[in-house]
């Protein structure tokens, strides 16, 4: 079976429209950053460094310190597909990152985007 092209490109060269994305619509680079951060584990000298690296985005997700286990909270339809049907893992992690940075593009509070239970 073949690789999606998507596992190839680099995650730098899709970071810059993921903060386009958010700051058209008011956000900020930190936020799409402390959504990344959230969903990898990594800091925020980590995900420089694989900007710097123009690592892809197989390598970026397969060297993750820790994805975050709530990770499988985040639901819904992107790039007409469910999330949840999503077999692959690293597809799946990809598109959880998509939603992340659309639900920060559509003004959701972050402490919803990071999935925070309030008590």
Sequence with gaps: MTK???YSMTFASV???YV???EKKG???AEVDEAIRWLTGYTAKG???HIKKKTTFEGFFDTAPKLNAARDQITGI???VRIEQIEDPLMKNIRYLDKLIDEIA???PMEKVLRKQTA
């Design 15 to 17: 970071y810059p429209m």
């Design 78 to 80: 992107i790039c007409g």
């Design 20 to 22: 386009a994305k958010a």
């Design 106 to 108: 559509k003004g959701r």
């Design 47 to 49: 995900l420089e460094a």
């Design 4 to 6: 999606h092209r998507i």
């Design 27 to 29: 956000r900020t680079q």
